[in-house]
């Protein structure tokens, strides 16, 4: 698909340029090859909440694959560094108040969900409604695997999460109560979100059940929250796994608390080459991993787990 196509998809040169209508046509198995541009899940003039609740859902086994100049024959040709594919919430006025709550949804898929080459930005999820709804917490992404028996586990890949903002988790709220919800993230970049509470970056909620991704390459930079500028973690003890490999933490900001927020928890994530720089609390107390609840802090010893602390 491609900006300003009006074909049914079947080829380039009878694209479509509605992503949501590419959405709702596809089937586990299908790839979405979707060009250069921005694409909005829906556009208003005066936008209201109805209008501001649509997002684009991704259904289960789907592939969305962005950077394309609109002329590839093979998934590889794809350059998603310099043909930028933007899914973006700015569906209204100048200004990020009648933007969508969320861009993208997912919701009780598998692995085989990915989202690959992508900008996601532009999300504004502050409607007053309770935590964890989807209208105020995840205005990127919002991962849906809340439920008994629910899993929801999508692959984000080469994606760009930027400008997006929530009540919790600026970019990415996971929310696993009851069920599970623990995607697969790798050589994304979460840069310029925020959160009015936690979890600038990402928020994950297992709280009665699972939020565990798995982050790996991955670079988070400029983000800012109240609490857990990169990322806010409220799970109980015996659900806890996430995991965070050979990724960097640079330039994030929080009022209180560390880098990373640990809520309830008593032991660390499990981490490797994992490298913070530059990271600001109003709190001068603040380590970049703190911990809510228990009597010690697990990451308090550095040295412990394999962290590469650096100061500029």
């Excluded at 310099?82 to 709550?101: E, M, Q």
């Excluded at 994606?159 to 599970?180: I, K, T, V």
């Excluded at 919800?181 to 790798?186: G, K, L, N």
């Excluded at 600001?280 to 040295?303: F, H, Q, R, W």
Aim: charged share 15%; proline share 6%.
């Amino acid at each position: 698909m491609k900006q300003g196509g009006n074909g049914i998809g079947s080829s380039w040169a009878n694209a479509t340029g509605d992503l949501q209508y590419a959405l709702a046509k596809a089937r586990p198995g299908t790839e979405i090859w979707i060009a250069a541009g921005t694409y909005y899940p829906v556009q208003c003039t005066s936008c209201t909440e109805n209008d501001r609740s649509v997002s684009f859902v991704i259904p289960e086994g789907v592939t969305l694959l962005g950077g394309f100049r609109g002329n590839e024959k093979r998934a590889k040709q794809r350059r998603w560094l310099k043909h930028l594919t933007r899914l973006s919430g700015n569906i209204g006025r100048p200004g990020p108040t009648d933007n969508s709550y969320t861009v993208v949804l997912t919701r009780g898929v598998s692995y085989a969900t990915v989202l690959d080459g992508l900008i996601i930005a532009d999300g504004y999820a502050d409607a007053p409604k309770p935590v964890g709804h989807p209208f105020r917490s995840g205005g990127g992404l919002y991962n849906d695997g809340s439920g008994v028996g629910v899993q929801s586990n999508p692959t984000l890949r080469n994606c760009l999460f930027l400008n997006n903002f929530a009540m919790e988790g600026g970019a990415l709220f996971n929310n696993g109560d009851l069920g599970n919800a623990s995607p697969e993230i790798e050589d994304c970049t979460f840069t310029s979100n925020r959160a009015f509470y936690g979890g600038g970056a990402i928020f994950n909620n297992g709280e009665q059940g699972k939020a565990n991704p798995v982050i790996n390459y991955t670079q988070f930079v400029n983000n800012e929250a109240s609490f857990g500028p990169g990322i806010f973690h409220a799970c109980p003890e015996k659900n806890t796994d996430p995991k965070i490999f050979n990724s960097t933490f640079a330039n994030n900001k929080a009022h209180y608390g560390g880098c990373i927020f640990l809520l309830g928890m008593t032991q660390c994530p499990k981490m490797r080459t994992v490298t913070f720089v530059n990271n600001i609390s109003d709190d001068e107390k603040a380590e970049n991993i703190s911990v809510c609840m228990p009597t010690t802090n697990p990451c308090g010893l550095m040295a412990e787990i394999p962290l590469e602390d650096e100061e500029q």
